[in-house]
């Protein structure tokens, strides 16, 4: 599993973990070490996750309820920024022959997507709703 964050003026070290993800582990792994300092870092931060087993346990729940978060609407990848940057990354991803190389190149494309790209998907947010409220919370083309 991959991990990352993206805020509109800074974007978290991306980092790989192997292995499953359940609810404690989400907590112990990600949210304690990585959420927690990445969030306090960002005052006034709205946390997003999708709906994710892990995400939604009811231990992963309680560790987020000191943070202010937005519930995430089922099956809407179109409102998760982050979810576009994995499309932008997808399109650029070089054909690898072993998982060590696929991690390589995931992280190295990471470490150098501009943060101009974050901010423009951030900032047409506004838009996705609409176009989602205008199509009466059906399929929409953005």
């Not at 959420?35 to 995400?55: C, E, K, S, Y």
């Amino acid at each position: 599993m991959v991990w990352e964050a993206i805020a509109y003026d800074s974007q978290f070290t991306l980092f790989v973990m192997r292995g499953t993800l359940m609810g404690q582990r989400h907590v112990n792994d990600v949210l304690q070490p990585h959420v927690r300092p990445f969030l306090n870092g960002l005052p006034g931060a709205i946390f997003q996750q999708d709906n994710a087993r892990p995400h939604t346990a009811r231990v992963s729940q309680d560790f987020l309820r000191h943070f202010q978060t937005i519930p995430w609407p089922a099956r809407s990848p179109d409102f998760s920024p982050v979810e576009h940057v994995w499309d932008q990354l997808k399109r650029q991803m070089p054909s690898r022959h072993s998982v060590h190389d696929l991690e390589l190149a995931v992280q190295d494309l990471w470490a150098h997507l501009p943060q101009d790209n974050i901010r423009c998907l951030i900032n047409s947010m506004p838009d996705r709703v609409a176009a989602c409220i205008a199509a009466g919370g059906g399929p929409m083309c953005y």
